[in-house]
T-cell receptor, first 115, second 113 residues
Framework: EAQVTQNPRYLITVTGKKLTVTCSQNMNHEYMSWYRQDPGLGLRQIYYSMNVEVTDKGDVPEGYKVSRKEKRNFPLILESPSPNQTSLYFC??????????????FGEGSRLTVL | KQEVTQIPAALSVPEGENLVLNCSFTDSAIYNLQWFRQDPGKGLTSLLLIQSSQREQTSGRLNASLDKSSGRSTLYIAASQPGDSATYLCAVGQSTGFQKLVFGTGTRLLVSP
């Protein structure tokens, strides 16, 4: 089954404790992206990757890091989480980068709370 | 900077009604526009993708239209059902600049039996 898998789905952590949210897709997609979703603000892009070893900043990259060492994986790293990073995070992938793409596949989301 | 707006933010209708969800965007230089559905606690599912050269796309009871010149798209849902209850988001694919989609904040739809 074609899917994007994120882990963990739910996480409560404390300020400053490094964490990683993993994302894996099984569709051999070139393009992967991370979004955060906050009430009233919609989805905002954090980072994206056009292919292995190619990553770039989105609209709200501050406080986040990513890597793309393998095509299927695109982890999101919070080196020193802060309460303003409390949010619902989504990983997405598509065969090619927007806008030249068909369907954009989303993971089920990771709800992060930073105390 | 592209801004995407969806009005209303929430909509409640009885089962069986036909309804229209609205999406407006400020920059008409778009490549395409997508409509997504988001169920509570779930990710987004793509419903329809309209290329900038197209006027509409249909899938079952859903019909999406695009008017680039006026910066508007509508999602028409025919004969609504309780299972249609979800949040609907539109996203614009830019024709220049960033390789990304710009999302609206969504319309939360509740269809009551």
């Amino acid at each position: 089954e074609a899917q994007v898998t994120q882990n963990p789905r739910y996480l409560i952590t404390v300020t400053g404790k490094k964490l990683t949210v993993t994302c894996s897709q099984n569709m051999n997609h070139e393009y992967m992206s991370w979004y955060r979703q906050d009430p009233g603000l919609g989805l905002r892009q954090i980072y994206y990757s056009m292919n292995v070893e190619v990553t770039d900043k989105g609209d709200v990259p501050e406080g986040y890091k990513v890597s793309r060492k393998e095509k299927r994986n695109f982890p999101l790293i919070l080196e020193s989480p802060s309460p303003n990073q409390t949010s619902l995070y989504f990983c997405a992938s598509s065969l090619q980068a927007p806008p030249n793409t068909g369907e954009l596949f989303f993971g089920e989301g990771s709800r992060l709370t930073v105390l | 900077k592209q801004e995407v707006t969806q009005i209303p933010a929430a909509l409640s209708v009885p089962e069986g009604e036909n309804l229209v969800l609205n999406c407006s965007f400020t920059d008409s230089a778009i490549y395409n526009l997508q409509w997504f559905r988001q169920d509570p606690g779930k990710g987004l599912t793509s419903l329809l993708l309209i290329q900038s050269s197209q006027r509409e796309q249909t899938s079952g009871r859903l019909n999406a239209s695009l008017d680039k010149s006026s910066g508007r798209s509508t999602l028409y849902i025919a004969a609504s059902q309780p299972g249609d209850s979800a949040t609907y988001l539109c996203a614009v694919g830019q024709s220049t600049g960033f390789q990304k989609l710009v999302f609206g904040t969504g319309t939360r739809l509740l269809v009551s039996p």
